[in-house]
C-alpha cells in the first residue's frame, strides 16, 4: 500500500499558491489559453488549473511541464543563505513581476495619474501605459530597476521598441 503524503506546512502552501499565480500571470500574459497551455506541458486543463491555483497534491513533474511549456524556470533557494550582504546579486535582465507596484517605479506612476483605486498593475496595464505615454516618459529620470522592468516588459510581452526608446 503506497504511503500517504504528509500534509503540507503553511509555508510550503503559501509558497506553492506564489508560484501557481505566477504561472497563471505567465500563462495570460503570453495571451494563452488554459487548454492550449496544459497540452503543451502534456497534462488536462484540470490539471494546469489546480496547479494555477497551488494545490500541492498535484506531482512535482507536471508542475515542471507547466513551467517549461510557458518558457519558465524554477530556482530553489536555500533559506540559510537569507543573509543580504553575502547574497550574489540576483540578475533581474528579463525578470516581470507578476503585479507591478506603481510606488517602486516613479516614471511609471507619474504616467499612471488616471489610475485610481489600485496601488498595483498587471504586466500588460504597466507595458500599456509606458507604450501609449512614451512621449511624455523621462527617460534620463528613469532608475536602473525602472529601465530593466521597461526592457522586460517589452521582451516578453511584446511591445513596440521601435516607438522610440531604443536606449531603454
Same mark, same amino acid.
Given at each position: 500500500?503506497? !504511503?500517504?503524503?504528509?500534509?503540507?506546512?503553511d509555508? /510550503?502552501? $503559501?509558497?506553492?499558491?506564489? @508560484?501557481g499565480?505566477? &504561472?497563471?500571470? #505567465?500563462r495570460k500574459?503570453?495571451r494563452?489559453?488554459?487548454?492550449a497551455?496544459?497540452?503543451?506541458?502534456?497534462?488536462s486543463?484540470?490539471?494546469?488549473?489546480?496547479?494555477?491555483?497551488?494545490?500541492?497534491?498535484?506531482?512535482?513533474g507536471a508542475?515542471?511541464n507547466a513551467m517549461?511549456?510557458l518558457?519558465m524556470?524554477?530556482? !530553489?533557494?536555500n533559506?540559510?543563505?537569507?543573509d543580504? /550582504?553575502? $547574497?550574489?546579486?540576483?540578475d @533581474?535582465?528579463?525578470? &516581470?513581476?507578476? #503585479?507591478?507596484?506603481?510606488a517602486?517605479?516613479p516614471?511609471?506612476?507619474?504616467?499612471?495619474?488616471?489610475?485610481?483605486?489600485?496601488?498595483?498593475?498587471?504586466?500588460?496595464?504597466?507595458?500599456?501605459?509606458?507604450?501609449?505615454?512614451?512621449?511624455?516618459l523621462?527617460?534620463?529620470?528613469m532608475?536602473?530597476?525602472?529601465?530593466?522592468?521597461?526592457?522586460?516588459?517589452r521582451t516578453?510581452?511584446?511591445?513596440?521598441?521601435?516607438?522610440?526608446?531604443?536606449?531603454?
Open positions: 500500500m503506497p !504511503a500517504h503524503a504528509p500534509p503540507p506546512s509555508q /510550503s502552501t $503559501a509558497q506553492l499558491q506564489a @508560484l499565480e505566477q &504561472i497563471r500571470a #505567465r500574459a503570453l494563452v489559453s488554459s487548454t497551455a496544459a497540452e503543451a506541458a502534456g497534462m486543463r484540470v490539471t494546469l488549473h489546480r496547479i494555477e491555483k497551488g494545490e500541492p497534491s498535484v506531482a512535482g508542475w515542471a517549461v511549456a518558457g524556470t524554477l530556482l !530553489a533557494k533559506t540559510e543563505d537569507a543580504v /550582504s553575502s $547574497a550574489s546579486p540576483v @533581474l535582465t528579463d525578470w &516581470i513581476p507578476v #503585479r507591478v507596484r506603481l517602486d517605479y516614471q511609471l506612476k507619474a504616467l499612471a495619474w488616471q489610475v485610481h483605486g489600485t496601488d498595483t498593475l498587471t504586466p500588460m496595464e504597466a507595458l500599456g501605459i509606458y507604450e501609449r505615454n512614451v512621449r511624455h523621462d527617460t534620463a529620470a532608475s536602473p530597476e525602472e529601465q530593466a522592468l521597461l526592457q522586460a516588459l516578453g510581452l511584446g511591445g513596440g521598441a521601435s516607438v522610440g526608446m531604443s536606449n531603454v
